[in-house]
C-alpha cells in the first residue's frame, strides 16, 4: 500500500536546537524518499532526497537517514532558524510512479 | 524563470460550472503529475503523464476530471460540473525519468461556491 505516517505532528523548537522529524512507509519495494519544505501559501519545495542505496545524506543543516529495514526515514535539522518553520512533508516514490506523502509536519522554532 | 508555472492562481466559480487548469512544465522533464492538496493533507496524487501519454490514473480522479498532455509539453486539468468537494489546491510537478526529482509548481487553488 501507499500509506506514510510522520510523527509527531506539530513540533515546536527553540532557535539553534536541533528539530527530528521520523517518517515510516509502508512499500517495502521502494527506493526513493524525498523531503518537502512548505511555507504558507507557497509550493512544495523538494529539500532533500535519498536513495535506498545509501544510508544517509547531509546538506548543510539538514541530513535524511533511512533504516530500510524498518521502514522508516528521518530528517534532521541543525541549528534551527526562524525561517525553517514550515510544514514538513516525507514521501516515498509508489510503484515506481508517483509520490505518496504524509500528512506533514508543522515545525516552529522558536525565536 | 525555468521552474514549473500553473495558471491561474486562484479560481472561485460557481458550482456546476467547468473549470480548466494549465501547467507548463520545466522544459526537458518528460513526467507531468497531477496532485490535489486539501487543508492540512499532503498533496495527492491524481495522475501522471510522460510525454503526451497518459499512464496512470488515481481512483480520486472521477469522471468529471480529464487532463491533457497534447504535445509532450503543457497539460491542462478540466473539472465538469464542480462540486463543493472540488475545493482544494491542484498542484502540477515535474520530473525527468521516473525516478527523477518532482519539482511541484505554484498550484491553482481553486474554490467551488
Known amino acids: 500500500g501507499e500509506n506514510v505516517e510522520q510523527h509527531p505532528s506539530t513540533l515546536s523548537v527553540q532557535e539553534g536546537d536541533s528539530a527530528v522529524i521520523k517518517c515510516t512507509y509502508s512499500?517495502?519495494?521502494?527506493?526513493?524518499f524525498p523531503w518537502y519544505k512548505q511555507e504558507l501559501g507557497k509550493r512544495p519545495q523538494l529539500i532533500i532526497d535519498?536513495?535506498?542505496?545509501?544510508g544517509e545524506k547531509k546538506d548543510q543543516r539538514i541530513a535524511v537517514t533511512l533504516n530500510k529495514t524498518a521502514k522508516h526515514f528521518s530528517l534532521h535539522i541543525t541549528e534551527t532558524q526562524p525561517e525553517d518553520s514550515a510544514v514538513y512533508f516525507c514521501a516515498f516514490l509508489y510503484g515506481n510512479n508517483r509520490l505518496a506523502f504524509g500528512k506533514g509536519n508543522q515545525v516552529v522554532v522558536i525565536p | 524563470d525555468t521552474g514549473v508555472s500553473q495558471d491561474p492562481r486562484h479560481k472561485i466559480t460557481k458550482r456546476g460550472q467547468n473549470v480548466t487548469f494549465r501547467c507548463d512544465p520545466i522544459s526537458e522533464h518528460n513526467r507531468l503529475y497531477w496532485y490535489r492538496q486539501t487543508l492540512g493533507q499532503g498533496p495527492e496524487f491524481l495522475t501522471y503523464?510522460?510525454?503526451?501519454?497518459?499512464?496512470?490514473k488515481s481512483r480520486l480522479l472521477s469522471d468529471r476530471f480529464s487532463a491533457e498532455r497534447p504535445k509532450g509539453s503543457f497539460s491542462t486539468l478540466e473539472i465538469q460540473r464542480t462540486e463543493q468537494g472540488d475545493s482544494a489546491m491542484y498542484l502540477c510537478?515535474?520530473?525527468?525519468?521516473?525516478?527523477?526529482?518532482?519539482?511541484f509548481g505554484p498550484g491553482t487553488r481553486l474554490t467551488v461556491t
Open positions: 512499500d517495502s519495494a521502494s527506493n526513493y
Open positions: 535519498i536513495r535506498s542505496n545509501v
Open positions: 510537478a515535474s520530473s525527468f525519468g521516473p525516478e527523477g526529482e518532482q519539482y
Open positions: 503523464f510522460q510525454n503526451e501519454a497518459q499512464l496512470e
